[in-house]
C-alpha cells in the first residue's frame, strides 16, 4: 500500500520530503543520551542523515560521548548508502544493553564525515534532542528519532515493509 504523507505544520518537517539517496548534514542541536544515572553522550557537533520515509538519525562524535561505557559488539550490516556498520554493547554495573549503538568506521565517500561517529537507539536509551525525549523509530531494526517536530508515515511500521 502506497504511503499517505503527514502534512507538516508550522516548524514541522516531514520525512517524504527527505532525499533519497539519504542526505548527511551537520547539526548543532543539543544532544544527550543517558541510561539510568549515566550520561553517556552530550553534544552539539553532531551529524544527522536524512532518508526518504525515516526519522532523522545522529551520528555523534566520540569526543562527546562516555567511551567506557561502551565495548564492541559482535556483528555487523550493511547499508547500501553508508556502508558496513559495526555495533557497540553498553556495559553497566547490572548489566548489558546490546547492539546500544553503531557506527561506520570506513562509510561510503558520501558520508566520510561521519568515520567513526556514533549513534544510539532510542528504543534501547533515554535520547534527547534539545531537551525532547525522542521516540524510538518504529521497527527492531531502525535508529531514526521521532520529535515532535517530525511527521510521516515512518518506515518500520507495520506494513511498510516493501516501501
Given at each position: ?17 527527505y ?46 560521548i ?14 547500501e548508502?553508508k ?27 558520501a ?10 537507539y ?16 518504529p ?25
Amino acid at each position: 500500500m502506497k504511503p499517505i504523507p503527514v502534512p507538516p505544520g508550522p516548524g514541522q518537517e516531514s520525512v517524504w520530503e527527505y532525499p533519497r539517496p539519504p542526505r548527511l548534514e551537520l547539526s548543532d542541536r543539543h544532544i544527550q543520551v543517558r541510561y539510568q544515572e549515566h550520561e553517556i553522550a552530550d553534544s552539539t557537533r553532531a551529524y544527522r542523515v536524512l532518508e526518504t520515509s525515516h526519522p532523522p538519525t545522529y551520528y555523534i562524535p566520540k569526543s562527546d560521548i562516555e567511551l567506557t561505557l561502551l565495548r564492541p559488539a559482535a556483528g555487523s550490516t550493511l547499508c547500501e548508502w553508508k556502508g558496513q556498520a559495526s555495533y557497540f554493547d553498553l556495559v553497566y554495573s547490572t548489566g548489558i544493553i546490546v547492539n546500544a549503538a553503531w557506527t561506520y568506521l570506513n562509510p561510503t565517500p558520501a558520508f566520510e564525515q561521519i568515520a567513526g561517529y556514533l549513534a544510539f537507539y532510542p528504543k534501547k536509551l533515554a535520547c534527547y534532542l534539545d531537551g525532547e525525549r525522542v521516540r524510538a523509530q518504529p521497527g527492531g531494526f531502525y535508529g531514526g528519532w521521532i520529535t515532535s517536530e517530525i511527521v510521516g508515515p515512518f518506515k518500520g511500521e507495520a506494513g511498510t515493509r516493501f516501501w
